[in-house]
């Protein structure tokens, strides 16, 4: 999709609103489809519907991700509902001519959403199963069909069109790495930091499923107590937040499990398969987890419900309305705590002085000063590696490889003419390196971020890293 947008305006970085638009478009249409899905098809008062589409819409995580990056978190989360919302409608107008629209319709959004990250794969699940289970097998083959069509059709042309053994060791960055390789990678992505065996992997779902429940799961509802206002920052997390989040766990699958006993609808088939997904991957959970914000809360909220029914029934004074009061105040709280994070944001967004100001964005503010240096300033020919090669290309047009085990990529370095490395970082830089120190620097931008470009010298007479 940004692909297409990119045709539209190729006029980088002129055209990073229309980029950046995509997300931000999606985070109010997750927002719309949130209030009209949980109140319409899951039966959720009005005032908690329009409070998770409230949250899901301001979440700080999300928000920032829309406005500040380019990710594919929001348009997922889109997808998401789309597919539970079309999914639903095929439910209720069975097999007829509508019926198959809607079938045909939910499988190309969730072949899409397959396409965007494999957590897509409990959305077919999901789906397939619950068409299957109200004895739709028409609408449920026209929907797998459908999936397989657009998710199908792209793997095989991926797969025809692989990068060939020269191309991974001429790039070697995470761009050219299937989802098979960084499944085993200890941190997705990231070939240095080594690899696992297949026998670890419940080992590291269990690691990741005790950080979920330890942190995650609080954060999504209060984001002010478990993260930080900024990428990067350190933030302290008390053991009265961590037992909240562990609280707010036991509501969740309390609320997930009354539910379902109820009826499994596909939003309760398709997260378990979601779930697993995430935990079996190498990656901080909750950047996975943000797409599934709405229905995380809701089960939440459900089980907060569910539990004010029982007491009805214990001192017979049954009232559905008061099941959800509670329900109702504590979503509201998490609205208000999400405003109030990203009123912070702007607060220090807008901070005249330097040292309260954003560091994100003077992270950015020196990356592309730097980046705008090289454009203006290297030779057009010249190959560069960087730990950005995608933003380094997009900004100056170099040929671009991936700054990743230089002893290792040296002499492939030499044969492409790899002459400068361009060390960008969201982060701050520490010193040279004694390896850097072997060559010249021949830039370092000016700032916190000890930003640099290291000129190895030509190919032919250059020492080695």
Not at 143 to 166: E, K
Not at 197 to 215: F, G, H
Not at 286 to 300: G, K, N, V
Request: net charge positive; proline share 6%.
């Amino acid at each position: 999709m940004l692909s297409l947008l990119y045709r539209l305006s190729p006029n980088f970085p002129g055209n990073l609103w229309l980029l950046k638009s995509l997300s931000i478009v999606a985070m109010f249409g997750a927002g719309v489809l949130a209030y009209h899905y949980f109140h319409r098809y899951r039966q959720v008062p009005r005032w908690v519907a329009l409070g998770i589409a409230g949250h899901t819409a301001l979440y700080p995580a999300l928000v920032f991700l829309a406005t500040s990056a380019v990710m594919s978190e929001c348009v997922f989360m889109l997808m998401e509902l789309a597919a539970l919302v079309l999914v639903e409608r095929c439910v209720v107008q069975k097999e007829t001519a509508r019926g198959w629209r809607w079938a045909l319709l939910s499988g190309l959004i969730v072949g899409l959403a397959l396409l965007t990250r494999p957590a897509g794969l409990g959305l077919a699940i999901g789906g397939l199963l619950y068409l299957l289970k109200e004895k739709l097998p028409r609408a449920a083959i026209a929907f797998a069909a459908c999936i397989a069509v657009i998710a199908g059709g792209w793997m095989l042309y991926s797969r025809a069109h692989a990068p060939t053994a020269a191309q991974n060791d001429e790039q070697r960055g995470n761009i050219v790495q299937p989802y098979g390789v960084q499944l085993f990678q200890k941190t997705a992505g990231q070939p240095l930091s080594g690899t696992i065996t297949a026998a670890d992997l419940p080992d590291r779902a269990i690691n990741n499923l005790t950080e979920v429940v330890r942190y995650d799961i609080g954060a999504l509802a209060f984001y002010p107590m478990f993260r930080p206002l900024e990428p990067g920052e350190s933030i302290r997390v008390g053991s009265e937040a961590r037992t909240l989040s562990y609280f707010f766990t036991a509501l969740t699958l309390f609320g997930y499990v009354m539910l379902l006993r109820k009826r499994a609808t596909m939003l309760e088939l398709m997260l378990p398969f979601a779930l697993l997904t995430m935990l079996f991957w190498g990656w901080e959970q909750y950047r996975l987890l943000l797409p599934l914000t709405p229905f995380l809360i809701f089960y939440l909220l459900a089980g907060t419900a569910e539990i004010m029914a029982l007491l009805q029934k214990l001192t017979g004074q049954e009232n559905q309305p008061r099941q959800w009061l509670i329900a109702t105040a504590l979503v509201w709280l998490f609205v208000a705590a999400s405003a109030y994070s990203n009123f912070e944001f702007i607060q220090r967004k807008n901070d005249p002085s330097p040292a309260y100001s954003s560091k994100w964005i003077r992270a950015f503010n020196e990356n592309e000063a730097l980046i705008k240096y090289v454009a203006a300033n290297l030779p057009k020919d010249t190959v560069l590696a960087s730990q950005n090669p995608a933003l380094v290309h997009l900004y100056t047009g170099h040929k671009t490889v991936a700054f990743e085990s230089p002893a290792t990529a040296w002499e492939n370095w030499k044969k492409l003419g790899v002459r400068y490395v361009v060390q960008t970082s969201p982060y701050a830089l520490g010193p040279p390196t004694p390896q850097e120190n072997t060559f010249r620097i021949a830039y370092r931008q000016e700032g916190a971020f000890n930003l640099r470009v290291l000129d190895l010298g030509e190919p032919t007479t250059r020492p080695n890293w």
